[in-house]
């Protein structure tokens, strides 16, 4: 049973609930139905085998077992309707509340699904480009497949390099080049579930690199560009740099004792892509970054 937990903030503290968008519905247990409406666990049991003998609500459909981990006995989990008739026998005034809360964000969860498989198909294209007067230089291109793998490219001419960074939708994190892989680890899958930051690749950027490998920035090729002005780089070479991370709506890098100048948020698909450029010099803890641009499917 493939579910994804949301919380309900109930007046006694949190409680995790488990979403069922397939069954339009929610599934809790008995423990959390006395948290939710503050009765005893007797009276709660009371009530559901009353609801299932008296034929209001079918058990079959309204009751799923779940086997827990280093547990012989499975743990039984009741559908909202059940939830919320036991609701109106003991605390009415907190199941219309309840009710409110679990219809508004089962309808959230299921726009979100079908948003997620609408752009399923679809590959948007980002640019992370620096402007040397009448030049746009191509500094790295992002790309999200079909199947929700993150790609960093670093334009490069010699046959075979072909260097990048990729966030696979699977959660496998690594760097590549030459055909050959570095740096493999296993993150959280980039999925409706993701929480907090995590990065794809930082680098940094130098303008006499740029100019080395002449790289043009077609415009038209990509959906979004994050645009940086030679002006804004440094002497020092790669004292600045772009940090790239998938990211919830926090938005926030994970590179410590950096200034963050600017950041572009890219909000085709959730998780995030989030572009930060950074400086490593004199830290300035004071500086707050610019979310300049949110490009938004």
């Known amino acids: 049973m493939k579910n994804k937990v949301i919380v309900y903030q109930a007046k006694n503290g949190a409680i995790e609930l488990r979403g069922d968008i397939k069954k339009e519905t929610l599934w809790a247990t008995q423990a959390q139905i006395v948290d939710l409406f503050n009765v005893d666990q007797s009276v709660v049991s009371r009530h559901i085998k009353n609801i299932f003998k008296d034929g209001e609500i079918e058990e079959k459909s ?23 008739s036991v609701g109106y026998r003991t605390n009415s005034k907190v199941a219309i509340e309840f009710r409110k809360w679990a219809t508004s964000t089962l309808r959230q969860l299921r726009n979100g699904i079908k948003q997620m498989s609408k752009q399923a198909n679809q590959k948007k294209i980002y640019a992370v480009a620096v402007r040397d007067g009448k030049e746009l230089f191509l500094f790295l291109s992002i790309c999200r497949s079909s199947k929700g793998d993150v790609y960093v490219n670093f334009p490069r001419d010699e046959p075979k390099w072909e260097p990048h960074s990729s966030y696979h939708f699977s959660g496998q994190h690594h760097h590549k080049s030459f055909n050959y892989k570095a740096m493999l680890y296993q993150r959280q899958r980039p999925d409706i579930n993701f929480r907090g930051t995590e990065n794809v690749v930082t680098t940094g950027i ?60 890219f909000k085709d698909y959730f998780p995030w892509i989030s572009v930060t450029l950074y400086d490593t010099g004199p830290f300035n803890p004071i500086l707050v970054v610019s979310k300049e641009k949110e490009f938004v499917a």
Not at 63 to 82: E, G, R, T
């Open 62 to 84: 309204n009751m799923q077992k779940m086997h827990i981990a280093n547990s012989d006995k499975p743990l039984a989990l009741y559908s909202l309707d059940v939830v919320l």
């Open 206 to 265: 130098a303008i006499e690199e740029l100019r080395a490998l002449n790289a043009l920035c077609r415009m038209e090729d990509y959906y979004g560009i994050f645009e940086i002005s030679v002006s804004e780089l440094r002497s020092e070479q790669y004292r600045m740099g772009i940090s790239v991370d998938i990211t919830d709506i926090s938005g926030n890098p994970i590179i410590p004792n950096t200034t963050f100048l600017r950041q572009a948020i």
